[in-house]
């Protein structure tokens, strides 16, 4: 399909309910910059496959955990591979739109992230604690996640969770990015209230560290988002590698900061868009 406008289906859940934030709202005001380049129609997650073929690209959002709707979105992933559909972010991603998989991997290569095993037999390699986190591998936004004591935890290593130390740590901070360009970055000062964020101004070496895991997703395209915990030691840990559908916290931004991202993402998608319809 060709237009002169190309045409974008926009897919968010809108009733998305969030603690502390409004999905929704960020969501209404992309949508709304966005009609301002391309045609422009939203749907639920669940109606995707159904209209897809009818687009020139989609672009998937605030869509929501897919723990809720996991048949609904394999099925979209499988039409979208199988058509050659035009998928913003890329279906590509390592980290976060393929499961937690990628926490084990770079933990036993050694980057700096949260020490993380799935087995009972590779507790043995996490700091020892007194208490840990299990979450399960296909969890988001802390669903399903528990903390529980060392002397029950080994029960719990079943295969299908994560397990890592409690950490200490000082504060959250995330690392917004489109495509390789650095954007903007926030963090959460009190860490039992991570949804109240602020501006944080960050150091040389903490784009070292954040470029480190946008660099070995290779994504080329697309918005994401590298949320780290300030460690015990003043250093760095991944906490998440969000590259599927990152909430980009827009609203707690100055308006020129926010204005800029929503100018790198439109002129991201564009390109995207633009090169793959374009003549060979």
């Given at each position: 399909m060709s237009a002169a406008?190309?045409?974008?289906?926009?897919?968010?859940?809108?009733?998305?309910?969030a603690r502390g934030r409004r999905y929704c709202d960020e969501d209404i005001h992309l949508a709304a910059r966005l009609r301002e380049r391309?045609?422009?129609?939203?749907?639920?997650?669940?109606?995707a496959v159904a209209l897809m073929d009818g687009f020139d690209a989609v672009v998937v959002r605030n869509s929501g955990p897919v723990l809720g709707y996991r048949s609904e979105y394999e099925a979209f992933r499988a039409r979208a591979?199988?058509?050659g559909a035009l998928v913003y972010n890329p279906l590509t991603g390592k980290a976060d739109m393929a499961g937690k998989q990628y926490l084990l991997d770079l933990s036993a290569a050694g980057f700096p992230v949260i020490p993380t095993v799935g087995r009972a037999e590779d507790l043995h390699l996490l700091p020892a604690a007194d208490a840990y986190v299990v979450k399960p591998r296909l969890g988001a936004d802390?669903?399903?996640?528990?903390?529980?004591?060392?002397?029950?935890?080994a029960p719990l290593a079943t295969g299908d969770v994560l397990i890592q130390p409690c950490v200490d740590f000082a504060y959250e901070v995330s690392f917004y990015f489109v495509d390789d360009d650095f954007q903007y970055a926030l963090y959460a000062p009190d860490p039992e209230r991570?949804?109240?964020l602020e501006p944080y101004a960050a150091t040389a070496a903490d784009l070292e560290f954040a470029r480190r895991f946008v660099d070995w997703n290779d994504l080329g395209s697309g918005i994401q988002r590298v949320d780290a915990c300030r460690a015990p030691d003043g250093g760095l840990l991944l906490v998440e590698l969000e590259d599927l559908n990152p909430y980009l916290s827009?609203?707690?931004l100055p308006e020129e900061a926010a204005e800029a991202f929503v100018t790198a993402f439109t002129a991201s998608l564009s390109r995207f868009v633009q090169g793959a319809l374009s003549p060979a």
């Open positions: 406008r190309p045409r974008l289906l926009y897919v968010t859940d809108l009733a998305y309910q391309f045609d422009l129609a939203l749907c639920h997650p669940r109606d591979l199988a058509t802390s669903l399903g996640m528990r903390i529980v004591p060392a002397g029950q935890v991570r949804w109240e827009l609203e707690a």
